[in-house]
């Protein structure tokens, strides 16, 4: 049971409020004050390092590496949208002279992304550090100019509490407004819907999975004022072995993806869930040596038991299905919360028409697509629903070979790898962890790098406007420096 109480209707209304408020002074303050706001959280949480690892290894189950690194990351992604808040980039700022002409005159006109407004930020279950209270979406809407109200997840609920302990002693520091960052506890659907749902809350931001993903954009779209809910929701990412390349190093490659498959017990959206290739001898090679590292794997303690009864539920029924085969399990039996590596295979037909082996089994699971032929891989390519990230194992000549399977695998996804695996997301601005739905909710967004500050921001054009009382963004002198398009060229003139 949580030590911490739900947040009640009167106490959102409240904090909601107190966001609003703040929000009206937040949006005017400089680039440069949000980013030194941001740098300061950055710093208190790492003055803390020695006090919040424990605490997340005794909620979470994660090892004191795996956590430091999150952490390390953290506060990188804090520093680094700081850096880009204050150049100005993601603002987009243009500018068209006018153009005083008697036939045809024009006028002058400048463009700008400002705030939207509070921000409800849901944390993450498998992110306790990167994806929640200090995360990315906390850190992308606070460098747009927008308040923040963070819902703490349940599964590590004292340590959000000490990571928003750090955000209020930062903003007092800073001299942030009152009520630019809240902090909301709730174990049932009722705190998050209620966040949603008030009239104050102007963008959501989610990580987790597609049922609460879904059901968050599906509120947001019945308010009287519909709001964006910039939801990523997983994906299983599949991997596409071609023929060239399998047939190459088919053992390499299957130690390759034992170890992403089975990284932090499969507990990343980016994990491997699906592989397909051709059925031959290459790919009997290739399962054969998977199948082994499979065994040797050694099974491990989930996030919480939610989490591992859910593995248990979706495995099960995944392995269920019809035509679908156990290739390998590991041989060391788990214990209480532990999620047992298991490859399992199926027939390229009897996956196109079965819609269950097509959706994740969060942990460390993956299926095994064995297509009669490069037509059927085809087949599933262009049958596979919108993906986080997929990848092409594939030699030059298999590109070549094969470009409609190239365009069809880019359609369906944000990120193409190839010849890697998909664990791993770096944080930089050429980083799209986003994708068609169901992946995320919007495609055209990232939830990692500097362009997710986007999301939380919408243009404004100003029409004829004296230059005195344009913001220091737009004016003719640039006072800032950002880069901005002028009349069409990119300048900082």
């Given at each position: 049971m949580?030590?911490?109480?739900?947040a009640?209707?009167?106490e959102?209304?409240?904090?909601m409020?107190?966001?609003?408020?703040a929000f009206?002074?937040y949006?005017?303050?400089?680039?440069?004050q949000r980013a030194d706001?941001?740098?300061?959280?950055?710093a208190?949480l790492?003055?803390?390092?020695?006090?919040l690892?424990?605490?997340?290894m005794k909620?979470t189950n994660?090892?004191?590496a795996?956590?430091?690194?999150?952490?390390?990351?953290?506060?990188?992604?804090l520093?680094s949208?700081?850096?880009?808040?204050?150049?100005?980039?993601?603002?987009?700022?243009s500018i068209?002279?006018?153009?005083?002409?008697?036939?045809?005159?024009?006028?002058?006109?400048?463009?700008?992304r400002?705030?939207l407004?509070?921000?409800?930020?849901?944390?993450?279950s498998n992110?306790?550090?990167?994806y929640?209270?200090?995360?990315?979406?906390?850190a992308?809407?606070?460098?747009?100019g927008?308040?923040?109200i963070?819902?703490?997840?349940?599964?590590?609920?004292?340590?959000?509490e000490i990571?928003a302990?750090?955000?209020k002693?930062?903003a007092a520091?800073c001299n942030?407004?009152?009520?630019i960052?809240?902090h909301?506890?709730g174990?049932?659907?009722?705190?998050?819907?209620?966040?949603?749902m008030h009239?104050?809350?102007r963008?959501?931001?989610?990580?987790?999975s597609?049922?609460g993903g879904k059901?968050l954009?599906?509120?947001?779209?019945r308010?009287?004022?519909?709001?964006?809910?910039?939801a990523?929701?997983?994906?299983?990412?599949p991997?596409?072995?071609?023929?060239g390349k399998?047939?190459?190093?088919?053992?390499?490659?299957a130690?390759?993806?034992?170890g992403?498959?089975?990284?932090?017990?499969?507990?990343?959206?980016t994990?491997?869930?699906?592989i397909?290739?051709?059925?031959?001898?290459?790919?009997?090679?290739?399962?054969?040596a998977?199948?082994?590292?499979?065994?040797?794997?050694?099974p491990?303690t989930?996030?919480?038991?939610g989490i591992?009864?859910?593995f248990?539920?979706?495995?099960?029924?995944?392995?269920e299905?019809d035509?679908v085969?156990?290739?390998?399990?590991?041989?060391?039996?788990?214990?209480?919360?532990q999620?047992?590596p298991?490859i399992?295979?199926?027939?390229g037909?009897?996956f196109?028409?079965?819609?269950v082996?097509?959706?994740?089994?969060?942990?460390?699971?993956?299926?095994?697509?064995?297509c009669?032929d490069l037509?059927e891989?085809?087949?599933?390519?262009?049958?596979?629903?919108?993906?986080?990230?997929s990848?092409?194992?594939?030699?030059?000549?298999?590109?070549?070979?094969?470009?409609?399977?190239?365009?069809t695998?880019?359609?369906?996804?944000?990120r193409?790898?190839?010849?890697?695996?998909?664990?791993g997301?770096?944080?930089?601005?050429?980083?799209?962890?986003?994708g068609p739905?169901?992946a995320?909710?919007?495609?055209?967004?990232?939830?990692?790098?500097a362009d997710?500050?986007?999301?939380?921001?919408?243009?404004?054009?100003?029409?004829?406007?004296?230059?005195s009382?344009?913001?220091?963004?737009l004016k003719?002198?640039?006072?800032?420096?950002i880069?901005?398009?002028v009349n069409?060229?990119?300048t900082?003139?």
């Open positions: 949580s030590i911490f109480k739900d009640t209707p009167e959102i209304n409240r904090v409020e107190q966001s609003w408020s009206i002074s949006r005017t303050y400089t680039l440069r706001f941001m740098r300061t959280i950055a208190a790492g003055a803390i390092s020695t006090t690892i424990p605490v997340a909620e994660l090892p004191e795996r956590l430091k690194s999150e952490l390390t990351r953290t506060l990188f992604q520093n949208y700081a850096d880009a808040c204050e150049q100005g980039n993601w603002l987009e700022a068209d002279r006018p153009i005083d002409h008697h036939d045809n005159p024009k006028p002058d006109l400048r463009k700008m400002v705030p407004g509070p921000v409800v930020v849901f944390g993450a992110f306790p550090f990167a929640s209270t200090a995360g990315g979406d906390t992308c809407a606070l460098a747009a927008c308040p923040v963070v819902k703490a997840h349940p599964a590590h609920a004292r340590t959000s990571v302990d750090c955000i002693k930062a520091q942030m407004p009152e009520g960052f809240a909301l506890h174990t049932g659907f009722e705190v998050g819907e209620n966040l949603v009239d104050r809350t963008a959501v931001g989610f990580t987790g597609y049922a059901a954009f599906d509120q947001a779209a308010r009287k004022v519909p709001i964006p809910v910039f990523e929701m997983g994906s299983i990412n991997v596409y072995l071609l023929p399998l047939a190459e190093s088919p053992v390499e490659m130690k390759l993806y034992a992403s498959i089975t990284l932090s017990a499969g507990q990343f959206c994990n491997p869930g699906l397909m290739g051709i059925d031959n001898a290459d790919l009997q090679q290739f399962i054969t998977l199948g082994k590292e499979i065994e040797r794997a050694a491990a989930m996030l919480h038991p591992a009864q859910a248990v539920t979706n495995r099960s029924k995944a392995l299905q035509e085969n156990i290739i390998a399990i590991s041989q060391q039996q788990p214990e209480e919360n999620a047992i298991t399992a295979s199926v027939t037909r009897a196109l028409n079965n819609p082996l097509h959706q994740e089994v969060f942990g460390p699971y993956s299926l095994v697509v064995k009669k037509r891989m085809l087949a599933v390519a262009a049958q596979m629903e919108g993906q986080l990230t990848t092409l194992m594939a030699t030059e000549e298999d590109i070549q070979d094969n470009l409609l399977l190239v365009e695998v880019k359609h369906n996804c944000g193409i790898i190839i010849n890697g695996v998909p664990t997301v770096e944080v930089c601005l050429s980083m799209q962890h986003g739905f169901p995320t909710t919007d495609a055209r967004f990232t939830s990692v790098g997710g500050i986007k999301r939380f921001s919408r243009p404004l054009c100003f029409q004829n406007w004296p230059d009382l344009l913001p220091d963004e003719n002198g640039n006072p800032l420096g880069w901005r398009t069409n060229e990119l900082r003139a």
